[in-house]
C-alpha cells in the first residue's frame, strides 16, 4: 500500500526514483524496493515523505484516504475559493453514481 502511494506521488511530482533517491541522500534501489513492495520505509523516511509531499503521514500508510492541501501563504478567500472548487468535485462524483 505504501509503495503504490510513493509511486504515485513521485509521479505526480514528475520525480524519477533517482530524483526521489537524491532528495532522500539514499539509492535508487531502497526507492524502487519500496514501490515494489519488497521493503517499507524507515519511519524517519515516512515523515520526510510526508514533508517533501505536504500529505499527512496517515495518508502514507494508507490509514486516511484523505489528502491534505497545505493553505499557509493564503487568504480567506482563496482557502474559500479551494473549498468551493473542492465541493463542486464531490458533487460532479456524485452526479456520476
Same mark, same amino acid.
Given at each position: 500500500?505504501?509503495?503504490?502511494?510513493?509511486?504515485?506521488? !513521485?509521479?505526480? *511530482?514528475?520525480?524519477?526514483?533517482?530524483?526521489?533517491? !537524491?532528495?532522500? *541522500?539514499?539509492? !535508487?534501489?531502497?526507492?524502487?524496493?519500496?514501490?515494489?513492495?519488497?521493503?517499507?520505509?524507515?519511519?524517519?523516511?515516512?515523515?520526510?515523505?510526508?514533508?517533501?509531499?505536504?500529505?499527512?503521514?496517515?495518508?502514507?500508510? %494508507?490509514? *486516511?484516504? &484523505?489528502? &491534505?492541501?497545505?493553505? &499557509? %501563504?493564503?487568504?480567506?478567500?482563496?482557502? %474559500?475559493?479551494?473549498?468551493?472548487?473542492?465541493?463542486?468535485?464531490?458533487?460532479?462524483?456524485?452526479?456520476?453514481?
Amino acid at each position: 500500500m505504501i509503495g503504490e502511494k510513493i509511486r504515485e506521488l !513521485r509521479e505526480r *511530482n514528475k520525480l524519477t526514483q533517482n530524483d526521489l533517491a !537524491r532528495l532522500l *541522500n539514499i539509492t !535508487r534501489s531502497s526507492v524502487n524496493a519500496w514501490e515494489s513492495g519488497l521493503s517499507v520505509p524507515s519511519t524517519q523516511y515516512v515523515v520526510e515523505l510526508a514533508r517533501i509531499w505536504k500529505v499527512s503521514t496517515d495518508y502514507l500508510l %494508507g490509514l *486516511n484516504d &484523505t489528502a &491534505t492541501i497545505s493553505v &499557509t %501563504g493564503l487568504d480567506t478567500i482563496e482557502v %474559500g475559493l479551494l473549498v468551493e472548487t473542492a465541493n463542486k468535485f464531490r458533487e460532479n462524483r456524485e452526479k456520476e453514481m
